[in-house]
C-alpha cells in the first residue's frame, strides 16, 4: 500500500530555508553526517528535491549555513547566559556563569555540532566558535575588575574560560561514555562543579590578596 506524503504547505524562501537547515541538523544528529543527502533533506523537510537545489548548489552550501546558523545561536547563548548573572558578589557571579555557560556548552546539540564541523575538512574553521570566547571572557573580566586588578582579572577570566570550553565541549562528546565505563553518578561526573570550586578558590586568594 502506498504511503501518503505530507500535503506541502508555501513557505516564504526564509523559512523554506531555516527548514531545511533543521532537517540537516536533525539528520546529523539523528542519523550522522553521511545521511546528509538531498532527497533525505527534502524528505524530511516536506519540500521538493528541486527546492533544496534552489535555496543550497550542493551539500556544501548546507553545510556551511548549518555551520553559521548554529555558531549564530551559540554567540546568542552562551551571551545570555552570562548577562543573567552579571549583578551578582563575585564569587556567586563565578558559581552560576560557570553552571549556565557550562551548561551550553555540554549540550549534547552544541557538543556534537562542534565536534561535526571540526572533523569535515572542508568546514574545519574554528572562527564561529570562538567568536564569542574574547567578549565573554571581557564580561567577566569587568565584572571581577570590580574587586581586583585589571591583569588579574583578565587574567582569571581567559583561564576559566578556556577551561570551561575544552572541558564542557569533551563532556557534551564523550561524556555520557565514560560516565557509564566509570560507573560515575552524575553530580560525579559534572565538570562545572569541580571548575566552579577551583574558580571560587582563585577568586578567594585573588581577592584576600587585593584585600591585604
Do not use: C
Amino acid at each position: 500500500m502506498a504511503t501518503t506524503r505530507p500535503k506541502r504547505k508555501r513557505r516564504t524562501p526564509e523559512e523554506a530555508r531555516e527548514e531545511i537547515l533543521l532537517a540537516a541538523e536533525a539528520l546529523i544528529l539523528e542519523d550522522g553526517p553521511a545521511e546528509l543527502k538531498f532527497q533525505s533533506l527534502a524528505d524530511r523537510s516536506n519540500v521538493a528535491v528541486s527546492n533544496v537545489y534552489h535555496h543550497f548548489g550542493g551539500v556544501l552550501e548546507i553545510k556551511r549555513g548549518l555551520a553559521e546558523k548554529v555558531f549564530d545561536e551559540l554567540t546568542r547563548d552562551l551571551m545570555t547566559a552570562l548577562g543573567e548573572e552579571a549583578d551578582n558578589e563575585p564569587r556567586i557571579f563565578a558559581r552560576k556563569v560557570m553552571s549556565r555557560v557550562y551548561s551550553v556548552l555540554r549540550s549534547e546539540r552544541y557538543a556534537k555540532l562542534i565536534g561535526w564541523i571540526v572533523l569535515s575538512t572542508e568546514l574545519g574553521e574554528l572562527e564561529g566558535f570562538t567568536r564569542p570566547l574574547p567578549a565573554m571572557a571581557a564580561l567577566i573580566a569587568g565584572h571581577m575588575g570590580q574587586h581586583l586588578p585589571p591583569d588579574t582579572s583578565e587574567r582569571l577570566a581567559q583561564f576559566i574560560i578556556y577551561n570551561v570550553a575544552i572541558v564542557a565541549v569533551g563532556e557534551g562528546l564523550v561524556g555520557p561514555a565514560i560516565k557509564t565505563a566509570l560507573t560515575m553518578d552524575e553530580a560525579a561526573a559534572d565538570g562545572s562543579l569541580w571548575l566552579g570550586d577551583h574558580w571560587e578558590e582563585l577568586l578567594a586568594r585573588e581577592l584576600e590578596k587585593a584585600a591585604s
